[in-house]
């Protein structure tokens, strides 16, 4: 039986890396969505990597998780991608979060109805496989706090209200809508979330990002690849 790892990323910069890594190809493009594959021989006959360049935010990720998850066979599905950081003092540049907790913050409800939870209400993942890893070259936290939202993030009062409100460790703006996709195909068991800390979501984050991408984007390959 043939397996498919999907991985989603946001931006071209992002999947660069990956798609040279892995010598994936375009097979498909639909509006802003892209897909690359790679079909490789295993024991059990040919597994599959599929890689979704969705663009930036939340709507591009529910469409491109969506298309995965009604076109193919997901074994494992790995959102990986660049975020800020808004834990300064225990976070550095290029470290590698695999957050556990997301939390959408922009939308505003207030209501208390249960019927909106999917929405209102953290979705939680666990790694079970994460056990014995040794990386020396970047700090790799194996949890934490990823708040997602619509904006790009570079104003330091943003930040301290994300960390007083959420604790959060890193911003970013596609896990949740990403994981809400999983979540309705009963399919959060298959999920990674591999997050590189790229900038500080402050005043220099515009700058950062940029500078910081490729060896952030690197550095999360790594352990992209212990996930594969």
Same mark, same amino acid.
């Given at each position: 039986?043939?397996v498919?790892?999907?991985?989603?990323?946001?931006?071209?910069?992002?999947?660069?890396?990956?798609i040279?890594?892995f010598? +994936?190809k375009?097979t498909?493009?639909k509006?802003?969505?892209?897909?690359?594959?790679w079909?490789? $021989?295993t024991?059990d006959?040919?597994?599959?990597?599929v890689?979704?360049l969705?663009?930036i935010g939340?709507i591009? *990720?529910a469409? *491109?998780t969506?298309y995965?998850?009604? =076109?193919?066979d997901?074994?494992?599905?790995? =959102? #990986?991608?660049?975020?800020g950081? &808004? =834990?300064?003092?225990d976070?550095?540049?290029w470290? &590698?979060?695999?957050?556990?907790? /997301?939390i959408?913050?922009?939308l505003y409800l207030?209501f208390e109805w249960d019927?909106?939870?999917y929405?209102?209400k953290?979705i939680f %993942? $666990?790694y079970? #496989?994460w $056990?014995?890893?040794?990386l020396?070259?970047?700090? +790799?936290?194996?949890s934490?706090?990823?708040?997602?939202?619509d904006q790009f %993030?570079d104003?330091?009062?943003k930040?301290?209200?994300?960390? *007083?409100d959420y604790?959060a460790?890193v911003?970013e703006?596609?896990? /949740?809508?990403i994981l809400?996709?999983?979540?309705?195909?009963?399919?959060?068991?298959?999920?990674? &979330?591999?997050k590189a800390v790229?900038d500080?979501?402050d =005043?220099e984050?515009?700058?950062a990002h940029m500078?910081?991408?490729d060896?952030?984007m690197?550095n999360?390959v790594?352990? +992209?690849? +212990?996930?594969l």
């Amino acid at each position: 039986m043939q397996v498919t790892k999907a991985i989603v990323t946001a931006m071209k910069e992002e999947a660069d890396i990956i798609i040279k890594k892995f010598n +994936l190809k375009e097979t498909i493009k639909k509006g802003n969505l892209t897909i690359f594959e790679w079909e490789y $021989e295993t024991t059990d006959g040919k597994d599959k990597i599929v890689l979704a360049l969705a663009g930036i935010g939340k709507i591009s *990720a529910a469409m *491109a998780t969506t298309y995965l998850f009604e =076109n193919y066979d997901i074994f494992k599905l790995v =959102n #990986i991608g660049i975020a800020g950081s &808004v =834990n300064p003092l225990d976070t550095k540049i290029w470290d &590698v979060f695999l957050p556990n907790t /997301f939390i959408q913050h922009d939308l505003y409800l207030p209501f208390e109805w249960d019927h909106l939870d999917y929405a209102k209400k953290p979705i939680f %993942i $666990e790694y079970a #496989i994460w $056990e014995n890893i040794d990386l020396t070259k970047f700090g +790799l936290v194996m949890s934490g706090v990823c708040v997602t939202w619509d904006q790009f %993030i570079d104003d330091p009062e943003k930040v301290a209200k994300f960390s *007083a409100d959420y604790g959060a460790d890193v911003c970013e703006m596609e896990a /949740f809508a990403i994981l809400s996709v999983a979540r309705d195909y009963d399919a959060l068991d298959k999920c990674v &979330v591999i997050k590189a800390v790229s900038d500080g979501a402050d =005043n220099e984050a515009k700058e950062a990002h940029m500078d910081n991408l490729d060896f952030a984007m690197n550095n999360s390959v790594l352990v +992209l690849e +212990l996930v594969l």
